[in-house]
């Protein structure tokens, strides 16, 4: 069977912390997979409010829309663990962005993620150019994380 392999690009941009809730659990008495998105998701959120933006449907008129994901899962999550969310700032075009995520644990990595985001005007339903402030905002963290 052919497996993801996603490699994280260059270093973290951003960071958070997030606690695995009882909501959080699967069947299999461990962290989901949809909640690991639902984990990404959070993390993203945070970091364009990081960035000085209040949600991701209002960057400068414009919002965001998820064109693609992917995870590479790594090891286990459990209730109460807390997660550290790193973001990574990948590929970007005048129109999108490549955002990868490693969740881990002190004892290690739980998966990696990327989520492929498009700039969306919902009024016009359709793909936007990239806002100059996010892009100057993008540009200056990464030179700072060289």
Not at 29 to 43: F, K, P, Q, R, W
Not at 118 to 133: C, G
């Amino acid at each position: 069977m052919a497996r993801i392999k996603l490699t994280l690009p260059g270093n973290s941009v951003f960071q958070t912390k997030l606690s695995v809730r009882i909501s959080d659990i699967n069947y299999g008495n461990h962290l989901g997979n949809d909640s690991v998105i639902s984990l990404m998701h959070e993390a993203r959120f945070q970091f364009y409010k990081h960035l000085g933006y209040t949600d991701e449907l209002n960057i400068d008129g414009v919002g965001t829309i998820q064109a693609d994901t992917a995870i590479q899962y790594k090891g286990e999550g459990f209730h109460g663990d807390e997660i550290t969310v790193e973001l990574f700032i990948g590929d970007r075009t005048p129109k999108s962005m490549d955002i990868f995520y490693r969740l881990s644990k002190p004892d290690g990595d739980v998966a990696i993620g990327k989520t492929g985001i498009a700039f969306y005007n919902y009024q016009t339903q359709k793909i936007s150019l990239m806002p100059e402030s996010i892009s100057a905002k993008l540009e200056s963290l990464l030179a700072a994380n060289q």
